[in-house]
């Protein structure tokens, strides 16, 4: 069982920088993949980026390649997500979210969630 809490959510202007940070504990698996979902209210959860602990292999949705970046710190066990150039369009409950399958985009592919930071960014 592995527990994730998310950290880093606030409020801030559109064009700022905001950077999550997910710390987990308990036990690890030997492929060990973490992935940030975002959902904004009425809205379904979405992809943001998923990353592999230890293979290193990232991936970003569209609408946040080139201003958000997913990076690790194996030995803190955290995964952290910096954003840059933050929009409106990005407000939303940014969730954590880790699984043994590796690299996924897919919600059910992942077994293990954090509880959420909120993220809100005025225009």
């Known amino acids: 069982q592995v527990q994730l809490v998310e950290s880093g959510g606030g409020l801030v202007q559109a064009g700022d920088s905001l950077t999550l940070s997910c710390a987990a504990s308990?036990?690890?698996?030997?492929?060990?993949?973490a992935g940030w979902f975002r959902q904004a209210p009425g809205k379904e959860r979405e992809f943001v980026a998923a990353?592999?602990?230890?293979?290193?292999?990232?991936y970003l949705t569209d609408s946040v390649k080139g201003r958000f970046t997913i990076s690790r710190d194996n030995a803190k066990n955290t995964v952290s997500l910096i954003m840059n150039r933050l929009k409106p369009e990005d407000t939303a409950v940014y969730y954590c979210?880790?699984?043994?399958?590796?690299?996924?985009?897919?919600?059910?592919?992942?077994?293990?969630w954090g509880q959420g930071t909120q993220v809100t960014v005025s225009s």
């Open positions: 979210a880790a699984g043994i399958r590796g690299l996924r985009i897919d919600r059910g592919s992942y077994d293990y």
């Open positions: 308990g036990r690890t698996f030997s492929s060990y993949a």
């Open positions: 990353i592999d602990w230890y293979g290193g292999n990232a």
